[in-house]
């Protein structure tokens, strides 16, 4: 399976929303329409996956100081396929493009995404204590693009 990446739009909300609470993981924050329209204004770009048809995952990357990628979700039906990992691609070309060096990511720590953010040569540069208020830790993660 080729999963196609697409440039999404504000018209996409609804479909960003959907993905995120069907990649099967449970969430520090979930996204409401105000912090994605929020987001948008501010000029976050969001990638969609669809392979066949209908949208299977999405990503977003902030590159208004430094580009760090933001969201990135799988429905958990198509996961080990690949697909986070195309999407994770487009955010980096797109961080390269807007003439960034590099691409950061901020993961809880101790979790399998840390495990993807290796596969995809990231490497650990810091490491943030209770990162969300609730004891929970993040690590952060840099590519050199
Ligand atoms: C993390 C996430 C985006 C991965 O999406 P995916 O499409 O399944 O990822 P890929 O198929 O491209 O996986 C690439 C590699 O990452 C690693 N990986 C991915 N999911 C993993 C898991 N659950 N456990 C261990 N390793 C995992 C593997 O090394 C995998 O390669 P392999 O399948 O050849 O072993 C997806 O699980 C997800 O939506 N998670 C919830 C949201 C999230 O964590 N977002 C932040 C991501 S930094």
Redesign the pocket.
């Known amino acids: 399976m080729k999963p196609m990446i697409h440039q999404g739009t504000i018209n996409d909300i609804s479909t960003y929303i959907a993905l995120?609470r069907r990649?099967?993981?449970s969430?520090q924050y979930y996204l409401t329409p105000e912090r994605l329209k929020r987001l948008i204004d501010r000029g976050e770009l969001f990638f969609l996956a669809i392979p066949e048809g209908a949208p299977v995952?999405f990503?977003s990357v902030d590159c208004e100081i430094r580009s760090q990628?933001h969201?990135?979700?799988?429905?958990?039906k198509?996961?080990?396929?690949?697909?986070?990992?195309?999407?994770?691609k487009a955010l980096m070309n797109e961080a390269k493009k807007q003439g960034h060096t590099r691409l950061c990511?901020h993961?809880?720590a101790s979790?399998?995404?840390e495990?993807?953010?290796?596969?995809?040569g990231f490497i650990q540069v810091g490491y943030y204590k209770n990162r969300y208020g609730n004891g929970v830790d993040a690590s952060i993660?840099e590519i050199a693009l």
């Open positions: 995120q990649d099967g993981f969430h995952g990503a990628a969201f990135l979700s799988v429905d958990k198509y996961a080990r396929r690949g697909i986070g990992s195309m999407l994770m990511s993961v809880e979790s399998t995404k495990v993807f953010l290796q596969k995809q993660w």
